[in-house]
C-alpha cells in the first residue's frame, strides 16, 4: 500500500430508491477511511441525464445518514476537490477527453445507429464476436479532428491497445484479461455527456482516490479502466471489489425478489442501528464472531482480510432477529421514544390522519387503524384472496399479481390518481377484473377487506412496501391449496 493518506469514495448514480447495496458498499468504505484517519467522500454519479432525479438524490443522502454514516466530503457538504456531482463537471471530461484524442488513445467515431447496426448484423452472420469494428479508428487524426470541431455528429471512443491487462484486486488477486476482449468504449457520448468510464476514473484521479472499494459486479469494467489510468500516464488506485449480496437462491439481490430500499426498511420499524449491523455481518466476520456489535467496533475490527467471497445472503429474518436483540439491548425510555418516533410523531402521523379520520371514534382507535402501515409482513388471509377470484387458480392468481408489480415497478408518478388510472388500463389490456384486481391487492397489502381508498394506501405504504407486499402474497399464494370443493 502506498504511503499516501487515505481517499475512498462511493460513487451512487441517483436513480430510484436508496439501495441496502449503497449502504454497504458506504460502510466498507467509511470503516476503512476511519480506521486509517483517511476521508470518505460521496460523489454523485448523475450522467444518466434520463433517469437521474434531485429527489433520489436526496433520498441517498437522508437513508445514509439515517444509517448512520457521513461523509467528509460531497455534494451536500462541500470540500476541496468539487464539485462532486458529474453533471456538474462536463467541461472537465471534455477537456480530458480531448487530451486522449490529441495523445492518440481516443478517436471519433461518426457511425451512425444504421451503420452500427449493419456491423453488428455482418458480424452475426460471420458467427463473430459482435462489438465496434474499429471503422473510425483509420480516419487520418487531422480529419477526424476537423470533422469534429466541425460540428459532425459523433461520439468518442478509446482506442483499446493491443496486448493484455491485469487487474490487481485486493481481495481476489490478479485477474488477466486479453484486451482485443475489449470493444472500443465510448467515452463521451454524442450529447457531450461522459459515460460511467470517463467519469469515474477521471474523477477518481482528480479527487486523490487511493482505493476504489465497490461492488463486484464493477470488476468487467476495471480493465478499462486501467486503460485509461495508463493512457493519461495515472497511477491506478487499488481496487477492491466487495462480492455481491444475494438472494437465498444465490441470485444478485434485486427488488424482484426481497426489498432493497432503505425506506422500506426504515419504514418497518428496522433500527438504523440494527441495519449497519446487519450489512457489516454480510460476509464480514468479527474476530470473535460475536454478530452484535457497534459501528465503532466495527471500524476498530474491520479489515479486508476477514471478507469472505462466499456471496453472502441477505437474510431478511435474520434482519429482524436482529433487530429484535437490538431492541431487547435498548434502554427502555429509548425504546419508548423510538416506537413514538416511527408512529405517532406529527411527521409519522401526518399522511396517515387524512385516511383514517372519517374511521375512528375515539383517539385509542388510532393505532387498530395503522398497525398494517409499519409491518414487515402481512398475515395476507389467502383464502379471500382465492375466493375474491371467483373461479381463478392459484396459479392465475399469483401471475396476475407477479404481473402487476411489473406494472407497478414500471409507473413513474407514484400517484393516487396515476395509479388508479394505470391499473384500470392494465386490467382492460390484459383482460382482468378491475374490481378482482383491486380486491385483491388490498387484501395483499393490507389484509383487510375494508380499507380507506386503496390508491391512497399504496401512496403512504411507498412503492417499495407495496411492490414487497404484492409479491410476497403472489409467493404465498402460489404455494397454498386451496380448500376441496
Ligand atoms: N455509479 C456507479 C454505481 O452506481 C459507481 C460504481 C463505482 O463505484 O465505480 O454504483
Redesign the pocket.
Known sequence: MSDKPVRVR????PTGDPHVG?AY?GLINYAFARQNGGQFILRI?DTDQERSTRASEQAIFDALRWVGLSWDEGPDVGGPLGPYRQSERTEIYRKHVRDLIDLGFAYPCFCTPEELNAIRLRQRDLKQNTGYDGTCRHIPKDEAIRRMDAGETCVIRLKVPEGKTVVHDRLRGDVEIENSQVDDQILLKSDGFPT?HLA?VVDDHLMGITH?I??EE?IS?TPKHLMLYEAFGWEPPTFVHLPLLRNHDKSKISKRKNPVSLLYFKQIGILPEAMLNFLAMLGHSMPDEREKFTLTEFVNEFSFDRISLGGPVFDLEKLIWLNGVHIREMDDDELARRIVGLMFTPEAMKPLIPLIKERIRTLGDYPEHVSYFNAPQIDVPLIDIWKAGKGMTTAQIAKMLKETVEFLDGIREFDARWLEEGLRTFCEQKEYQVKTLFMMLRLCITGRKATPPLFDVFVVLGKAAVGQRIRAAADAIAAWKPPAA
Open positions: 462511493i460513487a451512487p448514480s449503497t458498499v454519479e460511467y469515474n476504489v465497490r461492488a464493477w469494467s
